[in-house]
Protein backbone atom coordinates (compact mmCIF):
# COMPACT_ATOMS: atom_id res chain seq x y z
CA UNK A 1 0.00 0.00 0.00
CA UNK A 2 1.33 3.43 -0.92
CA UNK A 3 2.28 6.19 1.60
CA UNK A 4 -0.46 8.84 1.43
CA UNK A 5 0.33 11.86 0.33
CA UNK A 6 -0.01 15.11 2.80
CA UNK A 7 -3.17 16.01 0.53
CA UNK A 8 -4.91 12.79 1.27
CA UNK A 9 -3.47 13.17 4.90
CA UNK A 10 -5.39 16.53 5.27
CA UNK A 11 -8.38 15.77 3.17
CA UNK A 12 -9.19 12.67 5.35
CA UNK A 13 -8.42 14.05 9.00
CA UNK A 14 -12.21 15.02 9.75
CA UNK A 15 -10.95 19.13 10.77
CA UNK A 16 -7.33 18.33 11.23
CA UNK A 17 -8.04 15.79 14.04
CA UNK A 18 -6.79 12.58 12.93
CA UNK A 19 -6.10 10.29 15.70
CA UNK A 20 -4.25 12.61 17.61
CA UNK A 21 -6.24 12.00 20.62
CA UNK A 22 -5.74 8.52 20.96
CA UNK A 23 -2.03 8.98 19.95
CA UNK A 24 -1.13 10.94 23.01
CA UNK A 25 -3.26 9.46 25.34
CA UNK A 26 -1.01 6.16 24.78
CA UNK A 27 1.90 6.62 26.70
CA UNK A 28 3.21 3.47 25.70
CA UNK A 29 5.33 4.70 22.57
CA UNK A 30 7.14 7.81 22.55
CA UNK A 31 6.43 8.72 19.39
CA UNK A 32 4.00 9.36 16.71
CA UNK A 33 3.77 8.28 13.16
CA UNK A 34 4.68 10.48 10.60
CA UNK A 35 0.80 11.30 9.58
CA UNK A 36 0.02 11.97 12.75
CA UNK A 37 3.05 14.73 12.87
CA UNK A 38 1.84 16.70 9.54
CA UNK A 39 -1.65 16.77 11.06
CA UNK A 40 0.43 17.79 14.60
CA UNK A 41 2.18 21.06 12.89
CA UNK A 42 -1.92 22.80 12.58
CA UNK A 43 -1.92 22.46 16.17
CA UNK A 44 1.45 24.20 16.26
CA UNK A 45 3.92 21.25 17.26
CA UNK A 46 6.17 19.02 15.41
CA UNK A 47 7.61 15.91 16.55
CA UNK A 48 11.68 15.67 16.56
CA UNK A 49 14.43 13.87 18.01
CA UNK A 50 17.54 14.64 19.78
CA UNK A 51 20.31 14.02 16.99
CA UNK A 52 23.16 14.81 19.36
CA UNK A 53 22.28 11.46 20.54
CA UNK A 54 20.80 9.81 17.15
CA UNK A 55 24.04 7.71 16.09
CA UNK A 56 24.62 6.32 19.50
CA UNK A 57 20.87 5.28 19.99
CA UNK A 58 20.35 3.64 16.10
CA UNK A 59 23.57 1.78 16.71
CA UNK A 60 22.57 0.29 20.11
CA UNK A 61 19.35 -0.28 18.08
CA UNK A 62 17.54 1.71 20.64
CA UNK A 63 14.59 3.83 19.95
CA UNK A 64 15.38 7.95 18.77
CA UNK A 65 15.36 10.40 21.39
CA UNK A 66 11.35 11.31 21.06
CA UNK A 67 10.16 14.79 21.96
CA UNK A 68 8.07 17.55 20.69
CA UNK A 69 8.33 20.98 19.72
CA UNK A 70 5.82 23.55 20.98
CA UNK A 71 5.30 26.91 19.17
CA UNK A 72 3.02 29.82 20.83
CA UNK A 73 1.43 32.55 18.57
CA UNK A 74 2.00 36.37 19.30
CA UNK A 75 0.72 38.93 16.57
CA UNK A 76 3.19 41.39 16.46
CA UNK A 77 5.29 39.29 19.29
CA UNK A 78 3.06 40.92 22.05
CA UNK A 79 3.26 39.29 25.52
CA UNK A 80 2.26 40.15 29.18
CA UNK A 81 4.56 39.61 31.66
CA UNK A 82 1.89 37.19 33.21
CA UNK A 83 2.08 34.94 29.84
CA UNK A 84 5.61 35.17 30.25
CA UNK A 85 5.94 33.64 33.49
CA UNK A 86 3.70 30.54 32.27
CA UNK A 87 5.78 30.22 29.61
CA UNK A 88 9.26 30.30 31.56
CA UNK A 89 7.44 27.69 33.92
CA UNK A 90 7.13 25.37 30.69
CA UNK A 91 10.28 25.52 30.34
CA UNK A 92 10.86 23.13 32.91
CA UNK A 93 8.95 20.66 30.86
CA UNK A 94 10.70 21.10 27.92
CA UNK A 95 14.69 21.83 27.82
CA UNK A 96 14.93 24.32 31.00
CA UNK A 97 14.73 26.91 28.00
CA UNK A 98 12.93 28.65 25.40
CA UNK A 99 13.95 29.68 21.44
CA UNK A 100 12.17 33.51 20.40
CA UNK A 101 11.16 32.70 16.81
CA UNK A 102 12.33 35.24 13.97
CA UNK A 103 8.34 35.06 13.51
CA UNK A 104 8.27 37.01 16.86
CA UNK A 105 6.90 33.50 18.57
CA UNK A 106 8.33 31.24 21.40
CA UNK A 107 9.44 28.17 20.81
CA UNK A 108 9.67 25.48 23.83
CA UNK A 109 11.62 21.96 22.49
CA UNK A 110 12.38 18.67 24.18
CA UNK A 111 8.83 18.44 25.62
CA UNK A 112 8.27 14.54 25.85
CA UNK A 113 4.92 13.44 24.70
CA UNK A 114 2.95 12.68 27.91
CA UNK A 115 3.82 16.58 28.78
CA UNK A 116 2.65 17.78 25.32
CA UNK A 117 -1.12 18.20 25.69
CA UNK A 118 -0.03 19.65 29.67
CA UNK A 119 1.82 22.22 27.83
CA UNK A 120 -0.78 23.28 25.13
CA UNK A 121 -3.50 23.57 27.60
CA UNK A 122 -1.09 26.07 29.87
CA UNK A 123 -0.40 28.24 27.23
CA UNK A 124 -4.34 28.63 25.81
CA UNK A 125 -5.02 29.54 29.40
CA UNK A 126 -2.49 31.62 29.57
CA UNK A 127 -5.10 33.89 26.48
CA UNK A 128 -2.35 32.87 23.78
CA UNK A 129 -2.56 29.94 21.40
CA UNK A 130 -0.29 27.40 19.26
CA UNK A 131 -3.21 27.02 16.83
CA UNK A 132 -1.83 27.48 13.16
CA UNK A 133 1.63 28.45 14.66
CA UNK A 134 2.97 25.53 12.14
CA UNK A 135 1.36 23.66 9.17
CA UNK A 136 -0.88 24.52 5.95
CA UNK A 137 -2.56 27.77 7.08
CA UNK A 138 -1.93 31.41 7.53
CA UNK A 139 1.47 31.87 10.73
CA UNK A 140 2.01 33.78 13.22
CA UNK A 141 1.37 37.62 11.99
CA UNK A 142 4.31 39.65 12.40
CA UNK A 143 4.42 43.57 13.02
CA UNK A 144 6.70 46.15 13.73
CA UNK A 145 7.92 45.25 17.18
CA UNK A 146 8.88 48.94 18.59
CA UNK A 147 6.09 50.19 21.13
CA UNK A 148 5.68 53.77 19.58
CA UNK A 149 2.66 55.45 20.74
CA UNK A 150 1.41 56.68 17.27
CA UNK A 151 -0.94 56.34 14.88
CA UNK A 152 0.97 53.92 12.46
CA UNK A 153 2.29 51.48 15.54
CA UNK A 154 -1.34 51.11 16.83
CA UNK A 155 -3.25 50.43 13.20
CA UNK A 156 -0.29 48.44 12.28
CA UNK A 157 -0.60 45.95 15.63
CA UNK A 158 -4.43 45.80 15.72
CA UNK A 159 -3.85 44.65 11.96
CA UNK A 160 -1.36 41.57 12.92
CA UNK A 161 -4.79 40.56 15.10
CA UNK A 162 -7.41 41.20 12.99
CA UNK A 163 -5.43 38.92 10.16
CA UNK A 164 -4.45 36.37 13.52
CA UNK A 165 -8.37 35.89 14.27
CA UNK A 166 -9.68 35.85 10.10
CA UNK A 167 -7.30 33.25 9.05
CA UNK A 168 -7.63 30.25 12.35
CA UNK A 169 -8.23 27.55 11.04
CA UNK A 170 -11.64 26.58 12.67
CA UNK A 171 -12.63 23.07 13.66
CA UNK A 172 -13.84 21.89 17.41
CA UNK A 173 -10.49 19.43 16.87
CA UNK A 174 -8.28 21.84 18.64
CA UNK A 175 -10.27 22.03 21.96
CA UNK A 176 -11.64 18.92 22.27
CA UNK A 177 -7.63 17.13 21.48
CA UNK A 178 -5.98 19.42 23.96
CA UNK A 179 -8.48 21.43 26.29
CA UNK A 180 -10.73 18.19 27.15
CA UNK A 181 -13.69 20.39 25.03
CA UNK A 182 -13.63 23.54 27.27
CA UNK A 183 -16.07 24.68 24.74
CA UNK A 184 -18.53 23.30 26.72
CA UNK A 185 -18.54 25.43 29.72
CA UNK A 186 -15.34 27.04 29.10
CA UNK A 187 -15.13 29.56 32.50
CA UNK A 188 -11.34 30.49 31.84
CA UNK A 189 -12.25 31.23 27.79
CA UNK A 190 -14.78 33.94 29.24
CA UNK A 191 -11.94 35.69 30.54
CA UNK A 192 -11.13 39.33 28.74
CA UNK A 193 -7.17 38.25 28.26
CA UNK A 194 -7.85 35.18 26.44
CA UNK A 195 -7.56 36.05 22.45
CA UNK A 196 -10.84 36.14 21.35
CA UNK A 197 -10.05 34.57 18.15
CA UNK A 198 -9.17 31.06 19.70
CA UNK A 199 -12.38 31.41 21.57
CA UNK A 200 -14.20 31.81 17.91
CA UNK A 201 -11.98 28.77 16.48
CA UNK A 202 -12.37 26.68 19.50
CA UNK A 203 -16.23 26.58 19.44
CA UNK A 204 -16.54 26.45 15.72
CA UNK A 205 -18.73 23.61 14.25
CA UNK A 206 -17.34 20.98 12.77
CA UNK A 207 -16.92 21.05 9.25
CA UNK A 208 -15.46 22.47 5.29
CA UNK A 209 -13.34 25.38 6.51
CA UNK A 210 -15.00 28.80 5.43
CA UNK A 211 -11.41 30.04 4.21
CA UNK A 212 -9.03 26.90 3.88
CA UNK A 213 -11.57 24.52 2.46
CA UNK A 214 -10.95 20.74 3.05
CA UNK A 215 -7.24 20.34 1.99
CA UNK A 216 -6.54 23.62 3.81
CA UNK A 217 -3.33 26.04 1.92
CA UNK A 218 -1.14 23.68 -0.05
CA UNK A 219 1.77 24.96 1.67
CA UNK A 220 2.43 27.02 4.67
CA UNK A 221 1.57 31.09 4.72
CA UNK A 222 3.29 33.63 6.36
CA UNK A 223 2.37 37.28 6.99
CA UNK A 224 4.83 40.20 8.11
CA UNK A 225 3.87 44.36 8.17
CA UNK A 226 5.95 47.13 8.71
CA UNK A 227 6.82 50.84 8.86
CA UNK A 228 8.48 52.53 6.74
CA UNK A 229 11.66 52.86 6.36
CA UNK A 230 12.09 50.49 9.38
CA UNK A 231 11.94 46.77 7.40
CA UNK A 232 12.18 44.35 10.90
CA UNK A 233 9.58 42.54 9.62
CA UNK A 234 11.16 41.69 6.28
CA UNK A 235 8.04 42.12 4.50
CA UNK A 236 10.24 41.06 0.90
CA UNK A 237 10.91 37.68 2.19
CA UNK A 238 6.82 37.58 3.06
CA UNK A 239 3.74 35.47 1.18
CA UNK A 240 1.99 38.62 1.75
CA UNK A 241 4.19 42.22 3.22
CA UNK A 242 2.18 45.24 4.38
CA UNK A 243 2.96 48.73 4.64
CA UNK A 244 0.42 51.22 5.73
CA UNK A 245 0.32 54.63 4.22
CA UNK A 246 -0.24 58.07 6.73
CA UNK A 247 -2.41 60.94 5.17
CA UNK A 248 -3.50 64.08 7.82
CA UNK A 249 -3.29 61.72 10.84
CA UNK A 250 -4.70 58.79 10.09
CA UNK A 251 -4.25 55.45 7.94
CA UNK A 252 -5.46 55.71 4.92
CA UNK A 253 -4.49 52.58 3.49
CA UNK A 254 -1.80 49.74 2.98
CA UNK A 255 0.33 48.67 0.19
CA UNK A 256 0.50 44.69 -0.46
CA UNK A 257 3.61 42.91 -1.24
CA UNK A 258 3.30 39.05 -2.45
CA UNK A 259 5.45 36.33 -3.68
CA UNK A 260 8.28 36.44 -1.31
CA UNK A 261 9.86 32.99 0.35
CA UNK A 262 13.44 31.80 0.47
CA UNK A 263 13.19 28.06 0.66
CA UNK A 264 15.23 26.29 -1.74
CA UNK A 265 16.45 23.08 -2.69
CA UNK A 266 20.49 22.11 -3.60
CA UNK A 267 20.75 21.35 -6.82
CA UNK A 268 17.13 21.90 -7.62
CA UNK A 269 17.19 24.41 -10.13
CA UNK A 270 12.64 24.31 -9.61
CA UNK A 271 13.24 25.88 -6.24
CA UNK A 272 14.80 29.11 -5.27
CA UNK A 273 14.17 32.28 -3.14
CA UNK A 274 11.89 35.09 -4.24
CA UNK A 275 11.32 38.61 -3.12
CA UNK A 276 7.59 40.02 -2.55
CA UNK A 277 6.46 42.12 -5.82
CA UNK A 278 3.90 45.05 -5.02
CA UNK A 279 0.40 44.11 -5.58
CA UNK A 280 -1.88 46.92 -5.05
CA UNK A 281 -2.69 49.53 -2.54
CA UNK A 282 -6.34 49.18 -0.99
CA UNK A 283 -8.14 51.07 1.56
CA UNK A 284 -7.51 50.17 5.16
CA UNK A 285 -11.62 49.16 5.71
CA UNK A 286 -10.84 46.27 2.95
CA UNK A 287 -6.95 45.15 3.59
CA UNK A 288 -7.77 41.87 5.63
CA UNK A 289 -10.29 41.61 2.52
CA UNK A 290 -7.59 41.85 -0.28
CA UNK A 291 -5.52 39.56 2.50
CA UNK A 292 -8.27 36.68 2.62
CA UNK A 293 -8.54 36.88 -1.57
CA UNK A 294 -4.92 36.32 -1.90
CA UNK A 295 -4.98 33.36 0.55
CA UNK A 296 -7.73 32.08 -1.25
CA UNK A 297 -6.37 32.18 -4.74
CA UNK A 298 -3.50 30.51 -3.53
CA UNK A 299 -5.59 27.77 -2.03
CA UNK A 300 -6.96 27.32 -5.22
CA UNK A 301 -4.49 28.05 -7.59
CA UNK A 302 -1.45 26.59 -5.44
CA UNK A 303 0.36 23.43 -6.68
CA UNK A 304 -0.54 20.46 -4.91
CA UNK A 305 1.08 17.73 -6.73
CA UNK A 306 4.79 19.27 -5.79
CA UNK A 307 5.42 20.68 -1.75
CA UNK A 308 8.67 21.88 -2.61
CA UNK A 309 7.19 24.33 -5.54
CA UNK A 310 3.55 24.69 -3.29
CA UNK A 311 4.25 28.39 -1.71
CA UNK A 312 2.65 31.16 -3.06
CA UNK A 313 5.96 32.87 -4.87
CA UNK A 314 5.47 29.89 -7.20
CA UNK A 315 1.99 30.30 -8.03
CA UNK A 316 2.71 34.05 -8.37
CA UNK A 317 5.77 32.82 -11.05
CA UNK A 318 3.28 31.06 -12.93
CA UNK A 319 0.69 33.47 -13.08
CA UNK A 320 2.73 36.61 -13.36
CA UNK A 321 1.95 39.39 -10.95
CA UNK A 322 -0.56 40.89 -13.43
CA UNK A 323 -2.41 37.55 -13.73
CA UNK A 324 -2.20 36.93 -10.31
CA UNK A 325 -3.09 40.45 -9.52
CA UNK A 326 -6.22 40.47 -11.99
CA UNK A 327 -7.24 36.88 -9.78
CA UNK A 328 -7.43 38.61 -6.67
CA UNK A 329 -9.60 41.67 -7.68
CA UNK A 330 -12.27 38.91 -9.36
CA UNK A 331 -12.12 38.27 -5.69
CA UNK A 332 -12.75 41.74 -4.58
CA UNK A 333 -16.09 42.77 -6.09
CA UNK A 334 -16.91 46.53 -5.93
CA UNK A 335 -13.76 47.03 -3.81
CA UNK A 336 -11.06 49.46 -5.34
CA UNK A 337 -7.50 48.85 -5.38
CA UNK A 338 -4.74 51.40 -6.50
CA UNK A 339 -1.17 51.64 -7.75
CA UNK A 340 1.09 50.75 -5.06
CA UNK A 341 3.00 53.06 -3.52
CA UNK A 342 6.56 53.61 -3.69
CA UNK A 343 7.96 52.47 -0.02
CA UNK A 344 11.81 52.76 0.97
CA UNK A 345 13.19 50.83 3.60
CA UNK A 346 16.97 51.80 5.76
CA UNK A 347 17.49 48.80 7.62
CA UNK A 348 15.78 45.09 8.68
CA UNK A 349 17.62 45.95 12.20
CA UNK A 350 16.18 46.68 15.83
CA UNK A 351 16.53 49.71 17.57
CA UNK A 352 18.34 48.56 20.73
CA UNK A 353 18.64 50.39 24.07
CA UNK A 354 16.42 52.63 25.70
CA UNK A 355 13.95 54.87 23.88
CA UNK A 356 10.80 57.44 24.89
CA UNK A 357 7.59 55.61 23.31
CA UNK A 358 6.13 58.97 22.85
CA UNK A 359 3.37 58.32 26.15
CA UNK A 360 5.72 59.58 28.65
CA UNK A 361 6.96 55.90 29.36
CA UNK A 362 10.33 54.38 28.14
CA UNK A 363 10.89 50.98 26.70
CA UNK A 364 14.09 49.16 26.15
CA UNK A 365 15.16 47.09 22.92
CA UNK A 366 17.56 43.96 24.67
CA UNK A 367 19.64 42.04 22.87
CA UNK A 368 19.40 38.06 23.09
CA UNK A 369 22.45 36.07 21.92
CA UNK A 370 20.50 33.71 18.96
CA UNK A 371 17.17 34.38 21.02
CA UNK A 372 17.78 31.62 22.70
CA UNK A 373 16.34 32.29 26.75
CA UNK A 374 18.30 30.11 29.18
CA UNK A 375 20.73 30.10 32.32
CA UNK A 376 24.36 29.46 31.08
CA UNK A 377 26.69 29.52 34.04
CA UNK A 378 29.42 30.89 30.98
CA UNK A 379 26.77 33.77 29.71
CA UNK A 380 24.07 36.10 30.00
CA UNK A 381 21.53 34.76 32.43
CA UNK A 382 18.77 35.52 30.52
CA UNK A 383 16.23 33.49 31.80
CA UNK A 384 16.15 34.43 35.39
CA UNK A 385 16.90 37.94 34.07
CA UNK A 386 13.22 38.70 32.31
CA UNK A 387 11.79 36.33 34.92
CA UNK A 388 12.43 39.02 37.76
CA UNK A 389 11.80 41.94 35.59
CA UNK A 390 8.31 40.45 34.45
CA UNK A 391 7.87 39.60 38.18
CA UNK A 392 8.45 42.44 39.34
CA UNK A 393 8.28 44.85 36.93
CA UNK A 394 5.43 43.28 35.30
CA UNK A 395 5.58 45.21 31.75
CA UNK A 396 4.16 44.02 28.49
CA UNK A 397 6.99 42.07 26.36
CA UNK A 398 7.42 42.22 22.88
CA UNK A 399 9.69 39.47 21.07
CA UNK A 400 10.79 41.03 17.82
CA UNK A 401 11.80 39.81 14.70
CA UNK A 402 15.50 39.67 14.94
CA UNK A 403 14.81 37.29 17.78
CA UNK A 404 15.63 40.29 20.76
CA UNK A 405 13.11 41.35 23.70
CA UNK A 406 11.68 44.48 24.22
CA UNK A 407 10.60 45.14 27.62
CA UNK A 408 7.75 47.83 26.87
CA UNK A 409 5.59 50.40 29.00
CA UNK A 410 8.64 51.02 31.39
CA UNK A 411 8.05 53.99 33.79
CA UNK A 412 11.72 56.56 34.22
CA UNK A 413 11.54 56.16 37.32
CA UNK A 414 11.71 52.16 37.04
CA UNK A 415 14.60 52.67 34.54
CA UNK A 416 17.34 51.80 37.20
CA UNK A 417 15.94 49.17 38.25
CA UNK A 418 15.89 47.45 34.96
CA UNK A 419 19.48 47.94 33.85
CA UNK A 420 20.29 46.70 37.99
CA UNK A 421 18.45 43.89 36.79
CA UNK A 422 19.65 42.94 33.63
CA UNK A 423 23.52 43.53 34.90
CA UNK A 424 22.93 41.93 37.92
CA UNK A 425 22.02 39.01 35.57
CA UNK A 426 24.67 39.47 32.77
CA UNK A 427 22.64 40.82 30.22
CA UNK A 428 24.49 43.35 28.76
CA UNK A 429 23.11 46.54 26.77
CA UNK A 430 22.80 47.46 23.49
CA UNK A 431 26.27 48.94 22.78
CA UNK A 432 28.12 46.58 25.13
CA UNK A 433 27.15 43.89 22.66
CA UNK A 434 28.71 45.34 19.46
CA UNK A 435 26.61 47.13 16.87
CA UNK A 436 28.01 44.51 14.24
CA UNK A 437 27.20 41.61 16.92
CA UNK A 438 23.87 42.89 17.44
CA UNK A 439 22.79 42.34 13.72
CA UNK A 440 24.76 39.39 13.22
CA UNK A 441 22.85 36.84 15.19
CA UNK A 442 19.57 38.28 13.79
CA UNK A 443 18.74 35.37 12.09
CA UNK A 444 20.50 31.60 12.98
CA UNK A 445 18.22 28.96 12.74
CA UNK A 446 17.79 26.42 15.57
CA UNK A 447 18.87 23.48 13.17
CA UNK A 448 21.06 20.82 15.23
CA UNK A 449 20.37 19.04 17.50
CA UNK A 450 16.40 19.55 17.45
CA UNK A 451 15.44 20.42 14.06
CA UNK A 452 15.30 17.21 11.64
CA UNK A 453 15.90 19.26 8.37
CA UNK A 454 19.11 20.67 9.31
CA UNK A 455 22.29 19.52 7.61
CA UNK A 456 24.80 21.27 9.35
CA UNK A 457 25.08 24.07 12.85
CA UNK A 458 23.33 27.10 12.75
CA UNK A 459 22.71 28.39 16.48
CA UNK A 460 25.67 26.50 18.12
CA UNK A 461 27.88 27.95 15.09
CA UNK A 462 27.55 31.50 14.59
CA UNK A 463 28.73 32.73 17.19
CA UNK A 464 31.68 31.33 17.15
CA UNK A 465 32.33 32.48 13.79
CA UNK A 466 31.58 35.81 14.50
CA UNK A 467 33.88 36.33 17.24
CA UNK A 468 36.57 36.25 14.47
CA UNK A 469 34.33 38.14 12.25
CA UNK A 470 33.72 40.66 14.12
CA UNK A 471 37.64 41.24 15.38
CA UNK A 472 38.29 41.58 11.62
CA UNK A 473 35.29 44.34 11.48
CA UNK A 474 37.19 46.14 14.25
CA UNK A 475 40.93 45.86 12.58
CA UNK A 476 39.56 47.19 9.47
CA UNK A 477 37.84 50.09 11.37
CA UNK A 478 34.10 48.75 10.07
CA UNK A 479 32.48 47.96 13.42
CA UNK A 480 30.11 50.27 13.05
CA UNK A 481 29.58 49.82 9.48
CA UNK A 482 25.02 47.98 8.73
CA UNK A 483 26.32 44.45 7.25
CA UNK A 484 24.03 42.13 8.10
CA UNK A 485 25.15 38.57 8.54
CA UNK A 486 22.62 35.63 8.86
CA UNK A 487 22.83 31.66 8.84
CA UNK A 488 20.90 28.78 8.16
CA UNK A 489 21.53 25.03 8.78
CA UNK A 490 19.67 24.42 5.47
CA UNK A 491 18.66 25.35 2.57
CA UNK A 492 15.04 25.94 3.69
CA UNK A 493 16.21 29.33 4.90
CA UNK A 494 14.26 30.14 7.96
CA UNK A 495 17.22 31.98 9.33
CA UNK A 496 16.52 34.04 5.86
CA UNK A 497 20.00 34.17 4.59
CA UNK A 498 19.45 34.78 1.39
CA UNK A 499 18.95 38.62 1.58
CA UNK A 500 21.78 39.08 4.21
CA UNK A 501 24.88 41.02 2.94
CA UNK A 502 26.18 37.52 3.97
CA UNK A 503 24.29 34.18 4.72
CA UNK A 504 25.29 30.77 5.42
CA UNK A 505 23.03 28.00 4.43
CA UNK A 506 23.93 24.22 5.70
CA UNK A 507 25.10 21.70 3.41
CA UNK A 508 26.59 19.23 5.50
CA UNK A 509 28.78 18.40 9.03
CA UNK A 510 31.03 22.01 8.68
CA UNK A 511 30.07 22.97 5.55
CA UNK A 512 28.09 25.77 3.97
CA UNK A 513 27.34 27.57 1.14
CA UNK A 514 27.95 31.38 1.13
CA UNK A 515 25.71 33.67 -0.32
CA UNK A 516 26.87 37.52 -0.86
CA UNK A 517 25.28 40.69 -1.70
CA UNK A 518 21.35 41.02 -0.01
CA UNK A 519 21.01 44.24 1.88
CA UNK A 520 20.65 45.81 5.30
CA UNK A 521 16.99 46.59 4.05
CA UNK A 522 15.99 43.32 3.11
CA UNK A 523 15.25 44.15 -0.15
CA UNK A 524 17.95 42.66 -2.60
CA UNK A 525 18.53 38.68 -2.96
CA UNK A 526 22.11 37.63 -2.10
CA UNK A 527 23.98 35.32 -5.02
CA UNK A 528 25.99 32.43 -4.37
CA UNK A 529 29.59 32.94 -3.80
CA UNK A 530 30.59 29.53 -2.95
CA UNK A 531 28.59 26.64 -3.15
CA UNK A 532 30.44 25.37 -0.33
CA UNK A 533 32.91 26.15 2.69
CA UNK A 534 34.22 25.32 5.53
CA UNK A 535 33.45 26.44 9.07
CA UNK A 536 37.19 27.62 9.52
CA UNK A 537 37.16 28.91 5.88
CA UNK A 538 34.33 31.42 6.73
CA UNK A 539 35.89 34.11 8.79
CA UNK A 540 38.53 34.25 5.88
CA UNK A 541 36.71 34.41 2.89
CA UNK A 542 34.30 37.46 4.75
CA UNK A 543 37.68 38.80 5.67
CA UNK A 544 38.68 39.33 1.54
CA UNK A 545 35.66 40.77 1.03
CA UNK A 546 35.37 43.49 3.87
CA UNK A 547 38.80 44.39 2.96
CA UNK A 548 37.53 44.92 -0.91
CA UNK A 549 35.02 46.89 0.90
CA UNK A 550 37.10 49.25 2.95
CA UNK A 551 39.78 49.76 -0.14
CA UNK A 552 36.85 50.42 -2.97
CA UNK A 553 33.69 52.07 -1.26
CA UNK A 554 32.72 55.84 -2.07
CA UNK A 555 32.29 58.29 0.86
CA UNK A 556 29.07 56.88 2.89
CA UNK A 557 28.45 53.78 0.95
CA UNK A 558 27.14 50.93 3.00
CA UNK A 559 28.44 47.68 1.96
CA UNK A 560 25.35 46.73 0.24
CA UNK A 561 25.20 49.34 -2.21
CA UNK A 562 29.13 48.95 -2.85
CA UNK A 563 28.78 44.99 -3.72
CA UNK A 564 25.83 46.24 -6.08
CA UNK A 565 28.26 48.66 -7.45
CA UNK A 566 31.09 46.56 -7.98
CA UNK A 567 29.00 43.59 -9.35
CA UNK A 568 27.24 46.18 -11.82
CA UNK A 569 31.35 47.22 -12.93
CA UNK A 570 32.65 43.64 -12.79
CA UNK A 571 34.93 42.12 -10.24
CA UNK A 572 36.80 45.22 -8.71
CA UNK A 573 40.59 44.89 -8.27
CA UNK A 574 40.41 43.79 -4.55
CA UNK A 575 37.17 40.96 -5.57
CA UNK A 576 39.40 39.96 -8.50
CA UNK A 577 42.41 38.91 -6.95
CA UNK A 578 40.73 37.42 -3.93
CA UNK A 579 38.94 35.22 -6.51
CA UNK A 580 42.40 34.65 -8.19
CA UNK A 581 43.99 33.34 -4.86
CA UNK A 582 40.97 30.77 -4.39
CA UNK A 583 41.45 29.76 -7.82
CA UNK A 584 45.22 29.58 -7.48
CA UNK A 585 44.67 28.11 -3.30
CA UNK A 586 41.90 25.37 -4.90
CA UNK A 587 44.58 24.11 -7.60
CA UNK A 588 47.29 23.64 -5.15
CA UNK A 589 45.10 21.65 -3.16
CA UNK A 590 43.93 19.51 -5.53
CA UNK A 591 47.68 19.56 -7.09
CA UNK A 592 48.77 18.27 -3.01
CA UNK A 593 45.57 15.26 -3.09
CA UNK A 594 46.87 13.92 -6.54
CA UNK A 595 50.61 13.73 -5.27
CA UNK A 596 49.54 12.51 -1.65
CA UNK A 597 47.49 9.57 -3.91
CA UNK A 598 50.37 8.90 -5.47
Not at 18 to 42: M, R, V, W, Y
Request: net charge negative; charged share 25%; hydrophobic share 40%.
Amino acid sequence: MSKASVEEIKLESHGLRGQLAELFADTSSPSIPDDANILLKHHGSYQQDDRDQRAALVKAKQEKAWSFMIRSKMPGGRISSEQWLIHDDLCDKAMGNMRLTNRQGIQLHGVLKGGLKEVIHNVCHSGLSTMGACGDVVRNTMGPAAPIKDTLHADTQRLTEEISQRFLWRSTAYADIWLDGEKIDPEWIKDPEVNPAVRQATQAPEGEDPIYGKLYLPRKFKIGVAIAPRNDSDIFSQDIGLVPNLVNGAVEGYTLFVGGGFGMNHGNLTTRPFLAQPLFYIHRAHVVDAIEAVVTTQRDHGNREERKNARLKYTVQTMGIDGFRAEVTRRLPGIETFPAKDIQFDTVEDNLGWHEQGDGKLYCAVYVSMGRIDNKTDGPQYRAGFREIAETIGCPIIVTANTNLILADIDPADKAKVDAILAKHGIVHAHDVGFTRARTVAHACVALPTCGLALSESERALPGFMDSIDATLRDLGLEDEPILFRMTGCPNGCGRPYNADFGFVGRAPNKWAMFVGGSIRGNRLAGLEFKSVLGEEIPAKVREYLEAFKAERQPGEIFADWFARARELGPTPAVEQFHIEIAERNARLAGEKIEAAG
